[in-house]
């Protein structure tokens, strides 16, 4: 069973849609949360960090709902430019695991 | 504000040629360091991850290696690559903060070998 586990989508949606992505994790001992954004042939990015409480930033929500070891990332109001893949990020123990990632295509 | 090199940024070579690949960090202290392989379409693969000077943990039996002999260097090295060495390979680094440790990575060289 692979650590983390993203749908690969791709999700296609228009301009001004909401878009919600999920990813779970297989250790429940796993102790931060992230989500990236890699654009085509670049190097990932750090997009935020998930807390349990919830957090926001902008047009971005990522929750964390540990009892379930799953993560979501919304996305509110989609621009062309947030056309990407979305990596789920979780840390255990000083170790990264990565998700294969969520693609997402805005469409005009 | 911290920043990471890698280079170079593209690299084609023949099989069973030999392979360096650098990457510093700057800005920061005593950083985590790893070397991540990424086949195209594909998430990424950990190969190494260093805490010091030195010390090297290895993810996945294969014909790379990898050393650091300075604080913020951390280099990636084969003796003879294979074709199945092809990809694009991310340094990244992270350090303890006030919210966890978060991991941020280089620009990445894209090794194509023929």
């Known amino acids: 069973r692979k650590e983390v586990e993203q749908d690969p989508g791709p999700f296609n949606v228009p301009e001004g849609a909401t878009v919600a992505f999920n990813c779970t994790y297989s250790?429940?001992?796993?102790?931060?949360f992230f989500w990236y954004r890699q654009d085509c042939r670049k190097e990932p990015k750090l997009l935020m960090s998930?807390?349990?409480s919830g957090n926001e930033d902008g047009r971005f929500t990522a929750q964390l709902n540990r009892a379930s070891q799953y993560i979501s990332l919304l996305i509110r109001d989609s621009k062309l430019s947030d056309s990407a893949t979305y990596l789920c990020v979780v840390n255990h123990q000083g170790k990264f695991y990565f998700g294969s990632g969520t693609k997402l295509n805005v469409k005009p | 504000s911290q920043t990471i090199h890698q280079w170079p940024a593209t690299l084609v070579q023949p099989v069973g040629s030999p392979l360096s690949l650098e990457c510093t960090v700057e800005g920061t202290s005593n950083p985590n360091l790893y070397w991540y392989r990424q086949a195209a379409g594909r998430g990424l693969q950990l190969l190494f991850y260093s805490v010091g000077i030195g010390q090297i943990s290895s993810e996945v039996p294969q014909n790379l290696s990898a050393s650091r002999p300075q604080d913020r260097q951390f280099i990636l090295s084969s003796k003879k690559l294979l074709l199945s060495d092809s990809g694009f390979y991310l340094c990244?680094?992270?350090?303890?903060?006030?919210?966890?440790?978060?991991?941020?990575f280089g620009p990445g060289t894209r090794l194509l070998v023929l």
């Open positions: 990244a680094w992270s350090v303890e903060g006030g919210s966890g440790e978060t991991q941020y």
């Open positions: 998930v807390y349990s």
């Open positions: 250790n429940s001992a796993s102790q931060s």
